[in-house]
DNA sequence: CCTACCGATCGGTAGG
DNA sequence: CCTACCGATCGGTAGG
């Protein structure tokens, strides 16, 4: 009778399973884009990261673009949940900056975190019908990054004007493509050192700041 | 006698021709590297967009990875003659700073000007043995970039230092990044209008000037 | 999740 | 630069 059934297992266990072998999908697929790019990755390469054969990925995918979108969902989900973290610890303005971009450089170059530059990277790959969703999502980061410079922007503390002031939507709109794309477009060029590299990308950051903000430290 | 020799024709516009064909398959190139990225255009591609069959672009290039060269090598010599070109025209630092913001946005986003947004977004599809080439001449247009920046930095008209006074290499090379991580990331997001569109990377350079100047009009 | 496979397509070539 | 083609590889599927 119980053979019947989908499973003799109890069904919370299986799920698990299941979920975990997606997650190594996720993990493997994010680090093979982040290399090579999604379209230059073959399935046989994400199967074989994972020690699978090459048809049994479209077990835990319909196809290949699901496995870029679900990279690149994690890599919001982690960097939403990592962002929020961050902003906790941090009470002032100045620090709630250095947060977000401190945090932001580890979500994009922290070993086992390539999804947020598989998204950047590979955006155009992504088909139509799957953007929207994904954009929903970023936008919800983005406002996080909005809150932050704008209260830096009336403080005068970035920003042409160093008086201060109520910035406009739109000065907010410019301050975050720029601080964004001087960040986001370190993909293209930082490279981890060798061995402990936390250090680094913490010198990035102090710089990153110091650059963008008035008279800092 | 004239028929055993290569051509009847004269050489020189034989060379014309061929270079002719050559320029345009590198032009479309871009264009379709630009739109869908390197490894998904296929030769066929670039083939039909010149009105070719799909074995001749090897008459003119031995590979597929050649043609990618060509494109960021033709991108590279257009935008040093344009930054040189304008350059001349500004005799302030304020004036070169700017000519350099607006020349580059030309650059990334001019119709018919893919060829340095395919070497920003397909670097890794080119072989290793090719990047050293390209990045020499790369080089130069930064050393283009690194003296404007410095001046600006001497002055006090961008980054933390609002006295200015002497600026360090290291401070230089990072107003580089940045600046130019800002500019070049627009490749991911800005889209021309319809229309003339020229008014818009005004805009655009105009704003980005005014964000990383220090109080400027 | 594997075995065995398929149709389509791809970069590239031979020989004019 | 075309015709005609090839070997390799790719994403994906059927049927366990």
């Known amino acids: 009778m ?4 989908k499973s003799a ?16 999908l996720i993990r493997a697929s994010a680090r093979l884009f982040r290399e090579k790019g999604f379209e230059a990755t073959t399935v046989r390469d994400i199967a074989g990261a994972v020690g699978m054969r090459s048809g049994s990925p479209f ?23 990592r962002t929020e973290e961050a902003l906790r610890a941090a009470t002032t303005p100045q620090q709630r ?12 170059h922290d070993e086992g975190s390539e999804f947020i530059a598989v998204l950047l990277y590979d955006w ?20 996080l990054w909005q809150a932050s410079l704008k209260e830096m922007l009336d403080l005068g503390l970035i920003g042409a004007n160093s008086q201060g002031g109520k910035a406009s939507a739109d000065e907010v709109k410019t301050a975050r493509l720029m601080i964004m794309g001087a960040i986001n477009f370190t ?10 590299g936390a250090m680094d990308l913490e010198a990035l950051a102090d710089r990153t700041v110091r650059f963008f903000m008035r008279g800092s430290a």
């Open 2 to 5: 119980a053979e019947t059934r």
């Open 9 to 24: 297992k109890a069904p919370g266990v299986d799920g698990q399973d299941e979920a975990n072998r997606r997650q190594a």
């Open 59 to 81: 077990y835990h995918f319909s196809n290949k673009q699901e496995i870029l979108k679900a990279v690149m969902e994690e890599g919001l989900r982690q960097g939403l949940d």
């Open 97 to 108: 900056f250095h947060a977000m971009v401190r945090t932001h450089y580890g979500i994009l």
């Open 124 to 143: 155009r790959s992504l088909p139509d019908e799957h953007k929207q969703d994904i954009i929903a999502v970023k936008d919800r980061y983005d406002l």
């Open 187 to 196: 993909v293209t060029w930082y490279k981890q050192r060798s061995g402990r």
